[in-house]
T-cell receptor, first 116, second 113 residues
Framework: ETGVTQTPRHLVMGMTNKKSLKCEQH?????MYWYKQSAKKPLELMFV???????ENNSVPSRFSPECPNSSHLFLHLHTLQPEDSALYLC???????????????FGDGTRLSIL | DQQVKQNSPSLSVQEGRISILNCDYT??????FLWYKKYPAEGPTFLIS?????DKNEDGRFTVFLNKSAKHLSLHIVPSQPGDSAVYFC????????????FGTGTKLQVIP
């Protein structure tokens, strides 16, 4: 398998549930990212990991909890979410953090999350 | 405050003609600019990029132009093909070390056969 794989593709959960989103990259990259895409809004960066260390936490509510056990896997743990958290959650990876040296981010196909 | 703006939410172009997608930015510290393409139910894929030391970068049918004084960049697709129908995102980043990439809201391009 190649590229960036996200599971599940769709998730419906209640506000009191706990669930996790999973991302796996097969590109040998050192940096991984979580983004949120809401309707008619730009992609919002949530978290950045470089070599399993978090380098950016972009004022994200604590009901979102990331985990990066190794440079190939990234999780987003969800608990007590709100209806406004319904969105497309995208994972991405790049060779290194940032794009200064011609290293664009490679995205997964996203998890469409719906909060009831 | 949106630092990267794509003011046209949609664009329709006839097959074979030129598509021009525009992007404006406000942060003068941006040094590196990228275009991504997104099909429905898929993640964005990298298309082409340009650094601030250049004013043009070409890759096949895709050319990106950068006008630093106007803080404006554009993506030209010539000739446009129906398979180019997608949402196009402009993105920008300062250079050096870890720097946050800022995305625009996207322009939906429809190429009519």
């Amino acid at each position: 398998e190649t590229g960036v794989t996200q599971t599940p593709r769709h998730l419906v959960m209640g506000m009191t549930n706990k669930k996790s989103l999973k991302c796996e990259q097969h590109l040998g990259h050192n940096a991984m990212y979580w983004y949120k895409q809401s309707a008619k809004k730009p992609l919002e960066l949530m978290f950045v990991y470089s070599l399993e260390e978090r380098v950016e936490n972009n004022s994200v509510p604590s009901r979102f909890s990331p985990e990066c056990p190794n440079s190939s896997h990234l999780f987003l743990h969800l608990h007590t979410l709100q209806p406004e958290d319904s969105a497309l959650y995208l994972c991405a990876s790049s060779q290194e953090v940032g794009t200064a040296f011609g290293q664009p981010q490679h995205f997964g196909d996203g998890t469409r999350l719906s909060i009831l | 405050d949106q630092q990267v703006k794509q003011n046209s939410p949609s664009l329709s172009v006839q097959e074979g003609r030129i598509s021009i997608l525009n992007c404006d930015y406000t942060n003068s510290m941006f040094d590196y600019f990228l275009w991504y393409k997104k099909y429905p139910a898929e993640g964005p894929t990298f298309l082409i990029s340009i650094s601030s030391i250049k004013d043009k970068n070409e890759d096949g049918r895709f050319t990106v132009f950068l006008n630093k004084s106007a803080k404006h960049l554009s993506l030209h697709i010539v000739p446009s093909q129906p398979g180019d129908s997608a949402v196009y995102f402009c993105a920008a980043s300062p250079s050096g070390g870890y720097q946050k990439v800022t995305f625009g809201t996207g322009t939906k391009l429809q190429v009519i056969p």
